[in-house]
């Protein structure tokens, strides 16, 4: 799965905020001198201390903080968030690895051999799987988790929820090649993103809909897993996810003794790491940077980010029902205004966004949404008035006895959050909506976005390779559990769908720009910034930072690579 979604990112100041700066440089552990860092996003780069397994040490732990411990602990539903694909990473498998620009390299741990041919004019890929591949619970990998991922990924049968239908619902057959331990992929016809489908693969015990759906709720399942750590501890409540060397392990040599998630709100975490209880920690603004840039034996690790955080407008919520009402608060919103507080004593600037496909850095970016909305308080009232919405004595406007009041849930306690939410509210009241703040703690994102309890949400999303097309669906079809504003139309699911199936990137580019446009002509949805991301990190600690599309979304490394440099 390529787009993931993060906490409350547009207006939140959590553990995965993309919301970070540049400082001076420095140099690195290994005598390298490191960027400046990103000043603007047309800078794309990486800090991660990237190191061999011969440049590490044996042993030793990692304390990491995490936002939240999902409830949703399978990494392919489409109800898990990013914390439920790192807390995965650590102990399922992982077939293929990428480097920071998205390039792609097979885990040899699993498959000794992966071959792409054209058959008939369709393109056909073949796994073979390692003979040592096993699950925890004793279960030989078959060709049949490759059958299985397909199977609750295509589409076909809805009764699996999942995050995105994209390029699974382009494979025609997945079959048994000359052993069991050989799985042969046919597409219908030519498919450009083979490369990108079956990083993850689906345990036996939940190829059915039900146990899909179900059976990882509050329950990691280490038995069902497979790689070179698994979970010695599991406390929800408690807050905290542990790790140790997997004992049935076959491949590469895990090097820590113990690695550990804790879970944190934001402040907590930054005040962890100054104390010297976890080993890195996201910078979300420049207060926070202040507090950690001068904790010593500190590497500050910027780069590029991979994210897009927008806000949510709920279509079926009754006073947004009406998609000129979307589009006029829309109009109200000084996005310019809302990136200069996020922004504030970072030295960093970059343009408005307007795309969810593609990023400014990419090839074929276009500023739809650009094209579409523009910051004006007075056409916004005018808008407001034209579909009916009257403004009272109050100042607050009303329809049918009904007045514009809307919900926002903001998570995280950063002040950054409420300064953004503050300033969002005073927007809407100076065009005559009422908005109602309602804070929450970061451990409740994934319960506000998978039960859509708002009216308004600033969240985001972020991004495991560069290919956009390719989750075009993910963003813009009508039945995608990431199409959380539920404002396009189902009609619109033929030509979004068949952008990836097109047989060159120039033209999926050309047909995913104008799906998007017309899209985006439903107001559901509104890009507010992209951001670099900083992480402060103890000296020593290898493959961990901000690295683009690197390993888990563009921070954490191969699992049996994390470690402390020699």
Excluded at 89 to 115: A, C, E, M
Excluded at 265 to 289: H, Y
Aim: proline share 5%.
């Amino acid at each position: 799965m390529r787009r993931i979604a993060l906490s409350g990112l547009a207006f939140a100041a959590t553990a995965c905020l993309v919301l970070s700066g540049c400082s001076g440089g420095g140099t690195d552990d290994s005598g390298q001198k490191q960027s400046k860092g990103a000043t603007s996003e047309n800078e794309v780069l990486t800090s991660y201390n990237p190191q061999p397994a011969s440049n590490l040490k044996q042993g030793g732990k990692v304390t990491l903080p995490i936002v939240e411990i999902p409830d949703q602990l399978n990494p392919l539903n489409g109800n898990g968030s990013l914390y439920t694909s790192k807390i995965a990473w650590f102990y399922q498998p992982v077939l293929s690895f990428n480097d920071p620009k998205g390039n792609i390299t097979y885990n040899t741990d699993y498959l000794t051999d992966v071959k792409q041919t054209t058959v008939g004019g369709d393109t056909q890929v073949t796994y073979d799987i390692n003979p040592k591949a096993k699950w925890n619970d004793g279960q030989a990998m078959d060709w049949t988790i490759f059958r299985d991922t397909w199977n609750a990924l295509n589409g076909k049968d809805q009764a699996y929820v999942v995050g995105s239908t994209d390029g699974y619902s382009s494979i025609a057959s997945v079959k048994k090649g000359k052993d069991d331990r050989e799985a042969v992929v046919t597409f219908d016809g030519k498919f450009v993103y083979w490369k990108s489908l079956f990083s993850q693969v689906l345990n036996p015990h939940i190829a059915k809909a039900d146990a899909f759906n179900k059976a990882y709720v509050n329950k990691p399942h280490a038995e069902w897993g497979a790689g070179p750590y698994t979970i010695s501890k599991f406390d929800a409540e408690g807050g905290t996810v542990s790790y140790k060397p997997n004992p049935k392990w076959w491949g590469a040599k895990a090097h820590l003794d113990e690695f550990t998630f804790v879970q944190m709100e934001d402040s907590a975490s930054i005040n962890a790491f100054k104390n010297g209880q976890i080993d890195a920690v996201e910078a979300g603004n420049a207060e926070e940077l202040n507090q950690v840039k001068s904790v010593k034996g500190t590497d500050l690790r910027r780069g590029t980010t991979t994210s897009n955080n927008l806000l949510v407008f709920n279509s079926t919520s009754p006073q947004l029902k009406d998609p000129a009402v979307r589009k006029a608060l829309m109009e109200g919103i000084d996005r310019a205004q809302l990136a200069k507080i996020t922004f504030q004593g970072l030295g960093y600037t970059e343009p408005l966004p307007g795309s969810f496909l593609l990023y400014p850095f990419q090839k074929g970016y276009q500023d739809n949404f650009g094209k579409l909305v523009k910051f004006s308080a007075a056409q916004a009232k005018k808008d407001l008035d034209a579909a009916g919405w009257k403004a009272g004595s109050d100042g607050v406007r009303a329809k049918g006895g009904q007045k514009l009041e809307l919900t926002f849930p903001t998570i995280g306690d950063s002040a950054t959050v409420k300064a953004r939410a503050t300033a969002l509210a005073q927007m809407m009241k100076d065009i005559g909506v009422q908005l109602d703040i309602k804070a929450h703690p970061s451990a409740d994102f994934n319960k506000v976005f998978t039960q859509r309890a708002f009216d308004i949400f600033g969240m985001g999303f972020i991004s495991s390779d560069p290919n956009g097309m390719l989750y075009i669906c993910q963003m813009y079809c009508s039945d995608s559990t990431l199409n959380v504003s539920r404002s396009v139309p189902k009609s619109m699911d033929k030509e979004t769908k068949a952008v990836t199936n097109l047989p060159t990137l120039d033209q999926q580019i050309a047909a995913g720009n104008k799906a998007e446009l017309e899209a985006m002509k439903t107001y559901g949805i509104m890009p507010t910034h992209n951001g670099p991301t900083i992480w402060a990190v103890k000296k020593g600690l290898a493959n961990y930072g901000a690295a683009q599309f690197y390993g888990n979304y563009g921070i954490i490394g191969r699992p049996e690579l994390i470690g402390w440099q020699k």
